[in-house]
């Protein structure tokens, strides 16, 4: 519609021109606007759903699921990191960053492992990659095991170049979110107190 309404009122060249602006600019407030999803057992099967969806899933302390569904790139590394850090506890993020759609943790337990769902990541350039890894770093620090799940071969390519095979091991790297949280809760078993889980 943009683009035929300036076709009449301008001319085809410019009206084409303004129609292909607009999409572009479309495309970058949606990308804006992507919320960080925690996500939760569904019960009585192996999906993991976002938590705002249903009152019946499954969280075990000390394990953060994430999922990021849009492209990670120079125009959206900054929320990216900002929502990340809250969900994490770390720096000032938690404090700053809006209320998504879940607490950070379920039972007021410091995150020891988290999973980020890469599969809604489509594209990333090497500004995204770079935040990307520099998350890996800040965890490492921050003693919370990172694990990263179904990452295509471009977006893995990209992280690789930029270095996260500096920061993580490949066996940090799990071809489904089930994989990785089964991984999680037997390193959550191994290092901590038993684990308990909590329907939210």
Request: some cysteine.
């Amino acid at each position: 519609m943009v683009t035929w309404v300036a076709v009449v009122t301008l001319s085809v060249d410019l009206g084409l021109a303004v129609g292909v602006v607009f999409s572009m600019m479309t495309v970058v407030c949606r990308t804006q606007r992507v919320q960080c999803l925690a996500l939760g057992l569904a019960e009585g099967t192996e999906l993991y759903r976002p938590l705002r969806e249903s009152h019946k899933l499954l969280q075990v302390p000390g394990l953060c699921i994430l999922s990021y569904p849009a492209p990670l790139y120079f125009g959206t590394r900054g929320q990216f990191r900002r929502v990340l850090e809250w969900h994490l506890g770390l720096g000032e993020g938690r404090k700053e960053a809006p209320k998504t759609d879940g607490p950070p943790d379920a039972a007021a337990e410091p995150v020891r492992v988290v999973v980020l769902d890469c599969s809604g990541v489509t594209f990333a350039d090497a500004a995204g990659a770079r935040e990307v890894v520099q998350l890996a770093s800040r965890c490492r620090d921050a003693g919370i095991h990172l694990l990263l799940a179904q990452c295509n071969a471009s977006v893995l390519g990209t992280l690789t170049q930029a270095g996260l095979l500096d920061r993580v091991t490949p066996e940090q790297l799990f071809v489904s979110v089930q994989d990785a949280a089964a991984h999680a809760l037997e390193r959550l078993e191994l290092n901590g107190p038993k684990t308990c889980t909590v329907w939210v």
